[in-house]
């Protein structure tokens, strides 16, 4: 039996929490590896020496579990391997920032002999679904750091000063060794302090935070994110090396995420008409536009219809709060690439025919006057 025949049987027994076939195979596995590739066996047998006696298998290869509550004994962080992903889609000002970032992260000692500290904190901010997390993710695999993320769920505690002490706790953690924690939801625990209504809480978490931001060791990465930039102290700001906005997608990002969705894609007609999809998706955010690709994709297969037929139709179902104008150029496109009929465009966007036809006309009239 070959290796590769070995995973599909290791992935339906950790699904199903079945530990004896899990061992079964890892068992087998060690055996089959030992030879030709003893690294990948001795991590596998020290995962399976860690579970053995009920420990955190993430501690066989030197990361600890997180810190815990002290009443509730729940873990207040999430902490991950770090894991190679692709780079993320970005404005050439973003890419050109995390460029920089990495570069002096990697050149530590000689920004250090130089009497310099290499960056690093930064603050992302901007609108839902931009990409902030994956953008923290992708840089702990960068660096190889394991990856912390504050649980806000187990951290916030309506005890006076019990938040404060939680959340002191997981950047204490993250401060042992080289880490990245992501604090997302950032204006949750860094509000400004000028909130009458608080009763002192409030500002001993930003207090701590702005300590431990002054004080934060280079081994280490500290990542915060928001959707509400505004909500922030102002004395939180200075403190990040980095604070990056992270925009809605232009059109030339559009096309990059809608290129990689459907990278495998060999219909030359759907690659034309990715471009036309990357002006007609303005407004969307990344994650939209991956949630629009996946859900065009699993229709294409189970119905077996035209992929690209089918994008469009799930495109109209994003444009529930788009402006007329988008209606107006999303009709004319679509009657032109698949000579659909009025009532067709109309089901396609839940209008009636009669707005679909002035969509159609508006559009035709200004174009016969250019």
Not at 57 to 79: F, H, M, N, Q, Y
Not at 152 to 181: C, F, H, M, W
């Given at each position: 039996?070959?290796?590769?025949?070995?995973?599909?049987?290791?992935?339906?027994?950790?699904?199903?929490?079945?530990?004896?076939?899990?061992?079964?195979?890892?068992?087998?596995?060690?055996?089959?590896?030992?030879?030709?590739?003893?690294?990948?066996?001795?991590?596998?047998?020290?995962?399976?020496?860690?579970?053995?006696?009920?420990?955190?298998?993430?501690?066989?290869?030197?990361?600890?579990?997180?810190?815990?509550?002290?009443?509730?004994?729940?873990?207040?962080?999430?902490?991950?391997?770090?894991?190679?992903?692709?780079?993320?889609?970005?404005?050439?000002?973003?890419?050109?920032?995390?460029?920089?970032?990495?570069?002096?992260?990697?050149?530590?000692?000689?920004?250090?002999?130089?009497?310099?500290?290499?960056?690093?904190?930064?603050?992302?901010?901007?609108?839902?679904?931009?990409?902030?997390?994956?953008?923290?993710?992708?840089?702990?695999?960068?660096?190889?750091?394991?990856?912390?993320?504050?649980?806000?769920?187990?951290?916030?505690?309506?005890?006076?000063?019990?938040?404060?002490?939680?959340?002191?706790?997981?950047?204490?953690?993250?401060?042992?060794?080289?880490?990245?924690?992501?604090?997302?939801?950032?204006?949750?625990?860094?509000?400004?302090?000028?909130?009458?209504?608080?009763?002192?809480?409030?500002?001993?978490?930003?207090?701590?935070?702005?300590?431990?931001?002054e004080d934060w060791p280079s081994h280490s990465i500290l990542m915060a994110a928001t959707n509400h930039p505004e909500l922030l102290d102002r004395a939180i700001w200075r403190r990040f090396d980095r604070t990056i906005e992270l925009e809605l997608p232009g059109e030339n990002e559009r096309l990059q995420l809608l290129q990689e969705q459907?990278?495998?894609?060999?219909?030359?007609?759907?690659?034309?008409?990715?471009?036309?999809?990357?002006?007609?998706?303005?407004?969307?955010?990344?994650?939209?536009?991956?949630?629009?690709?996946?859900?065009?994709?699993?229709?294409?297969?189970?119905?077996?219809?035209?992929?690209?037929?089918?994008?469009?139709?799930?495109?109209?179902?994003?444009?529930?709060?788009?402006?007329?104008?988008?209606?107006?150029?999303?009709?004319?496109?679509?009657?032109?690439?698949?000579?659909?009929?009025?009532?067709?465009?109309?089901?396609?966007?839940?209008?009636?025919?009669?707005?679909?036809?002035?969509?159609?006309?508006?559009?035709?009239?200004?174009?016969?006057?250019?």
């Amino acid at each position: 039996m070959s290796i590769e025949s070995y995973i599909p049987k290791l992935v339906r027994a950790s699904l199903d929490n079945d530990h004896r076939t899990v061992r079964s195979i890892c068992t087998r596995l060690i055996r089959r590896l030992k030879d030709s590739h003893p690294d990948v066996a001795k991590e596998i047998a020290d995962a399976l020496a860690y579970h053995g006696i009920g420990a955190n298998t993430l501690r066989s290869v030197g990361i600890d579990g997180g810190p815990l509550d002290a009443e509730s004994r729940k873990s207040l962080a999430v902490v991950e391997e770090p894991v190679d992903v692709n780079k993320p889609v970005l404005s050439v000002k973003v890419e050109r920032l995390i460029d920089d970032f990495i570069a002096e992260r990697e050149q530590a000692p000689k920004l250090i002999a130089a009497g310099l500290n290499p960056p690093s904190s930064i603050l992302l901010y901007g609108p839902p679904g931009v990409g902030k997390t994956y953008l923290a993710n992708y840089l702990s695999g960068v660096f190889k750091l394991k990856f912390v993320t504050l649980d806000l769920a187990t951290s916030i505690s309506s005890y006076l000063g019990k938040t404060g002490q939680n959340i002191k706790s997981v950047i204490d953690y993250a401060r042992q060794e080289p880490s990245l924690l992501f604090l997302d939801e950032f204006d949750a625990v860094a509000k400004k302090r000028d909130d009458m209504s608080d009763l002192g809480e409030l500002k001993r978490i930003v207090n701590v935070l702005l300590k431990e931001l002054e004080d934060w060791p280079s081994h280490s990465i500290l990542m915060a994110a928001t959707n509400h930039p505004e909500l922030l102290d102002r004395a939180i700001w200075r403190r990040f090396d980095r604070t990056i906005e992270l925009e809605l997608p232009g059109e030339n990002e559009r096309l990059q995420l809608l290129q990689e969705q459907f990278q495998d894609v060999n219909d030359d007609r759907t690659k034309n008409l990715l471009l036309i999809l990357a002006n007609l998706t303005e407004g969307l955010s990344c994650a939209d536009v991956c949630k629009l690709s996946e859900r065009a994709r699993r229709k294409a297969i189970i119905s077996n219809e035209d992929l690209t037929r089918i994008i469009f139709q799930e495109l109209a179902s994003f444009t529930d709060k788009r402006e007329t104008i988008f209606y107006k150029k999303f009709s004319k496109v679509a009657r032109d690439c698949f000579q659909l009929s009025v009532r067709e465009l109309a089901d396609w966007l839940g209008k009636p025919p009669s707005t679909v036809q002035y969509y159609l006309k508006d559009k035709d009239e200004k174009e016969r006057n250019k």
